[in-house]
């Protein structure tokens, strides 16, 4: 993607994961969540660069990285890459933040992995049971069929399912670069792999362990979340010690198209 270069890599498990390294200042690591890439902290990573040392990588499947036949991009292998990849560069005490699925492999790699956190700011995760849209539980019943979809009626798919966890107005040529690597045979065949290998047990081994949190936690959530009920939010910071939970207007799942500005600002109060 030319528009957002991610021109260093790193061998998981001999498959290629592509990030890049920006800015200067403490650490902070950026990961995104499904069905999206790093390109989501395209508004966001410039600010903080300015202040920050900025990490941000494609998931395993994911933007541009690695796709291939038969690959396990779960959430149970994520959370190892993102551990593997604080010990690659060398970081023992990030901030972090994380939004939908990056938010679980933050929280498994905490749990899980013991990684340690300065702080964690979490938007819109995926942590508490019950989750997974209507879409997703059909896709998962009946995946072979969708990924044999004609190429115009899966493009189709794709932008409608990301239009839906935006509450703006998104034109196409914005929307492009979210859509972009989920098209050709490749592209479309990991867009089902990954929904067909999303499972609650990944979460469900940690939802009972969110009391032992060892770090600061900020939850951000968008009030107009169609994908997961602001409710979960709260719920979320009822049970982490001494969370910070703040509810973000007129946004919804993807908060950092509809109000980025929301989550540079609460990042930066919060690493002071």
């Not at 999206?36 to 990285?65: C, E, M």
């Not at 196409?172 to 972009?180: F, G, H, I, K, S």
């Amino acid at each position: 993607m030319q528009n957002w270069p991610l021109p260093e890599s790193y061998t998981f498990r001999d498959q290629t994961v592509r990030f890049r390294v920006t800015g200067d200042g403490p650490p902070l690591v950026l990961v995104h969540g499904t069905p999206f890439s790093s390109y989501v902290w395209h508004r966001i990573a410039p600010h903080l660069a300015q202040v920050r040392t900025v990490y941000y990588y494609d998931l395993l499947g994911y933007g541009q990285s690695e796709q291939r036949d038969a690959q396990d991009v779960s959430l149970g292998v994520q959370n190892v890459l993102l551990a593997e990849l604080l010990a690659h560069w060398d970081l023992t005490n990030p901030d972090i933040v994380a939004h939908d699925f990056g938010g679980a492999t933050s929280l498994r790699a905490h749990l899980i992995d013991g990684c340690d956190y300065r702080s964690l700011t979490l938007i819109d995760p995926v942590a508490v049971a019950p989750w997974g849209s209507p879409f997703v539980q059909h896709v998962r019943e009946h995946g072979a069929a969708f990924a044999g979809l004609p190429p115009y009626i899966h493009e189709a798919v794709v932008k409608a399912y990301v239009r839906g966890a935006i509450a703006r107005d998104i034109p196409d040529e914005e929307l492009a670069p979210y859509v972009t690597p989920w098209l050709g045979a490749t592209g479309q065949a990991a867009f089902y792999r990954q929904i067909a290998q999303m499972d609650q047990r990944y979460t469900d081994a940690v939802e009972t362990r969110y009391s032992q949190m060892r770090c600061p936690t900020q939850i951000l959530w968008g009030e107009d979340d169609q994908w997961i009920p602001l409710e979960r939010g709260r719920q979320l910071a009822a049970v982490i010690p001494e969370a910070r939970f703040q509810a973000v207007p007129k946004a919804g799942h993807l908060v950092q198209e509809d109000a980025p500005e929301a989550i540079v600002a609460a990042a930066l109060r919060w690493f002071d």
